[in-house]
């Protein structure tokens, strides 16, 4: 049968890429990933005659003419899961008003238009489709917004605080987004801005206690020395208001003062030392603006507040009409899948689009993948993905992760577990070591219990307890799907039976990556990996749906691998879990 030709875009350690190629049905020609070590985990699982590039942003897919060069001349269906932060109100509180990780949804959106494939699947958070997802109103937008019946929508959004500044900056600011005027040269350094704003923090407190503990820190106390000594003037390239360099060329003095501890009194200057913090914030936001060629409409002031007007609208609904245009037929009436709903151990929810150019398609509709297990009592345990490894120790160096298990039995009755076994080696079972504090608090958690069951007594390395997330030493309880996996090692998981973090390789299984798939770099690396992946039982899935889609068989579907001997009672398993908890180990 053939193998349909596929690009993988945004390709991370390759899960999607592999559920694709376990239908036996498709072939990775092409794969893109900036990250170096995911580039080498891809590599390494793959054939060697995929071409993998690096940024997607610097590929070219067709000539002047339109005709698709090079490897991309014959590839058949496009998959990947570009970044979208979304300028959500929570994206605004921060430094920068614009992710650059939304001009890659446009980059997947270019290829898919300039090699049009016969399929394609864009997979994503779940939350894309909401309406904090929006792109800005950009140069050139227009034309193809009216083309698309998509009526962008005004916002203001607040940039910054009103000073005394505010006037005049706004009008410079104005005729620099007129005159589309680079403000590098008016801005300080993002390392001198970042303490300066920490210095203001400190300053607020009103405790000269406090504020000379910051300065004295050595690292604190060398840097400002050394901007000090380099000239404080020179900070700046160009001073953008007479007044500012007035204020900016004080703040230099009564730095100084403070470092030579002839002045305790600096905390009388926060005001201007404000001033200044905030007139940089809205310069780094305007030049955004300008940089991304977003239209401006204004600037103004909202009672204490600073706003640009500008205009938004929806992401989901934009990329949705666009591949409409393109002649695809999208699965409209679903969008969300759980990866536990096709065998994975794990709750885990995405957003998924599938899109079939109009002239292959071969059903009434696009088939999206029909669940396996409907209710929670039915998905796959975290028992049946890591059970069998109790009693393989993992280590805890990264380079020493090939064990042999040629003895080990994969568990009875356990399809997925069978599925994961599919090699009597086992790669990448190495864990983080344990300290002394984690070790009591692990051997202080229950199954399902995370750092909030803990003892105050032992959440004293925490400043804010209440802001902990309930990820965080969270012990993993078998009889139950995994929350989703996103950092093991971040969020200090802990294995259900035994005091030590889940392993690299159990991350992975919980991902439903096989045995066989190996992951490079280091360790923490390889836990982000695993956690940035798309499970690839539900990639398999998405595959198979695409399959008959376009009028194709499949090998073997994952129903009959995962559903065809799955007999067990649940009375047998909870006897499994006991019997699991009754031989608890401690490390």
């Known amino acids: 049968m053939k193998k349909f030709k596929v690009m993988d875009l945004f390709a991370g350690a390759g899960g999607l890429s592999n559920g694709f190629e376990q239908t036996g049905r498709f072939e990775v020609k092409v794969a893109v990933e900036i990250n170096e070590n995911a580039r080498k985990t891809f590599k390494i699982n793959h054939h060697n005659d995929v071409i993998l590039h690096e940024d997607i942003t610097k590929l070219q897919y067709a000539d002047e003419n339109g005709k698709k060069i090079g490897e991309f001349c014959d590839i058949d269906v496009v998959i990947g899961g570009p970044p979208c932060q979304g300028f959500s109100n929570a994206n605004r509180q921060q430094n920068t008003l614009i992710s650059s990780n939304n001009n890659l949804v446009k980059e997947y959106l270019r290829a898919i238009e300039e090699i049009r494939p016969l399929a394609f699947v864009m997979e994503n958070v779940k939350s894309m489709e909401s309406e904090k997802h929006k792109f800005f109103l950009s140069e050139g937008d227009e034309v193809e917004l009216v083309k698309l019946e998509i009526e962008p929508v005004e916002e203001h959004i607040k940039i910054g605080r009103r000073t005394s500044y505010s006037v005049n900056l706004r009008n410079f600011l104005m005729n620099a987004y007129e005159q589309r005027t680079d403000l590098t040269p008016f801005m300080i350094s993002n390392e001198l801005f970042s303490k300066l704003n920490t210095l203001l923090k400190h300053a607020k407190k009103k405790s000269p206690i406090d504020l000379l503990r910051f300065i004295e820190k050595e690292a604190n106390y060398k840097f400002f020395m050394k901007v000090i000594n380099k000239q404080w003037l020179s900070q700046h390239c160009e001073y953008w208001n007479s007044l500012y360099q007035l204020d900016w060329t004080d703040l230099g003095e009564k730095l100084k003062n403070l470092l030579d501890k002839t002045t305790e009194d600096f905390a009388s200057y926060t005001d201007s030392l404000e001033n200044i913090i905030e007139a940089q914030k809205i310069i780094r936001k305007i030049s955004e603006v300008i940089e991304n060629k977003v239209l401006l409409f204004d600037i103004e002031e909202n009672h204490d507040d600073i706003e640009i007007i500008i205009k938004s609208f929806n992401v989901f609904n934009y990329i949705k009409r666009k591949f409409t245009s393109l002649g695809y037929v999208l699965n409209e009436n679903k969008y969300i899948f759980n990866a ?80 994961l076994n599919n090699i009597d080696k086992i790669y990448n079972h190495v864990r983080t070591e344990t300290g002394e504090v984690a070790l009591k608090r692990f051997k202080a958690l229950k199954e399902g219990q995370n750092f909030h069951n803990l003892d105050d007594s032992l959440k004293t390395t925490y400043t804010d307890h209440s802001r902990t997330q309930n990820t965080i030493y969270r012990r993993l309880a078998y009889n139950e799907p995994s929350d989703t996996v996103l950092n093991a090692r971040k969020s200090m998981w802990v294995h259900p039976v035994i005091d030590r973090a889940i392993s690299i390789r159990e991350a992975a299984r919980l991902q439903s990556f096989q045995d066989s798939y190996k992951f490079c ?22 595959a198979e749906g695409i399959l008959q889609s376009l009028g194709e068989e499949v090998e073997e579907n994952i129903r009959e691998i995962l559903l065809s001997n799955r007999v067990v009672e649940n009375s047998l398993k909870e006897c499994a879990f006991s019997e699991a908890k009754n031989l608890r180990v401690k490390v």
Request: proline share 7%.
């Open 340 to 419: 536990a709903h096709y065998g994975v151990a794990q709750e885990r929810s995405r957003l998924v689009l599938m899109g079939i150019k109009g002239t292959c398609l071969k059903t009434e509709t696009v088939k999206t993948p029909e669940p396996l297990f409907h209710k929670k009592k039915e998905y796959n345990k975290i028992y049946d993905a890591i059970g069998d490894l109790e009693n393989i120790s993992p280590g805890v160096n990264v380079k020493d992760d090939e064990l042999d298990k040629s003895s080990h039995q994969p568990l009875l009755n356990s399809p997925l577990n069978n599925y």
């Open 521 to 542: 770099g280091s360790k923490d690396s390889q836990y982000q990996q695993i956690g940035n992946a798309v499970p690839p039982l539900l990639a398999r899935a998405i």
